[in-house]
């Protein structure tokens, strides 16, 4: 199964186990996606600030701003499907959470942080998985149908609202 290398910086609060909350979410993911579940995959998971993720959103995507998550796929999807389960580890790709805008939407949604963190590091999965709900309506509703099954078996409601719990 994928594992994670998690970095959790100020300002994340202490309260939480952020580094459990992230490889339970990978736990539910990897039967909906099993092209996850292979041993020599890595991921890192960056819980940081709106500053850093900002930096990061401006130098690679050229968007002036802070988002919640952002994913950086290093393998592409056919690859991925079709890598052995032997040989040597492969960085499936990065994630970095910002802190400000989760806390924010979460609040906004009225949605425990922790659940709102889970269904974003879901979702970033699934894009460095090389699924984009971008391309079209119909990828959308498939990314979007992986990410209720994944948080539903965490006991956490639809994020969207409109599929049911």
Do not use: Q
């Not at 393998?75 to 960085?91: F, K, Q, S, T, V």
């Not at 979702?123 to 994944?150: P, Q, T, V």
């Amino acid at each position: 199964m994928l594992s994670l290398d998690i970095d959790i910086e100020t300002p994340w609060p202490g309260d939480i186990d952020w580094a459990d909350l992230a490889e339970a979410a990978v736990e539910a993911l990897v039967d909906l996606a099993p092209e996850l579940d292979n041993p020599r995959l890595t991921a890192s998971v960056l819980f940081t600030s709106d500053a850093e993720v900002h930096v990061l959103n401006r130098e690679w995507r050229a968007k002036d701003k802070p988002t919640n998550v952002l994913s950086f796929p290093m393998i592409a999807r056919e690859d991925l499907i079709a890598m052995p389960r032997e040989g040597a580890p492969e960085l499936l790709g990065d994630l970095a959470l910002a802190f400000e805008t989760c806390a924010r939407e979460a609040a906004d949604k009225g949605v425990p942080l922790n659940h709102h963190a889970t269904h974003l590091i879901v979702h970033g999965l699934l894009h460095l998985a090389g699924h984009d709900h971008e391309i079209s309506s119909a990828d959308a509703a498939a990314m979007e149908a992986l990410e209720i099954k994944a948080l539903a078996k965490l006991g956490i409601a639809d994020p969207y609202g409109d599929h049911g719990d």
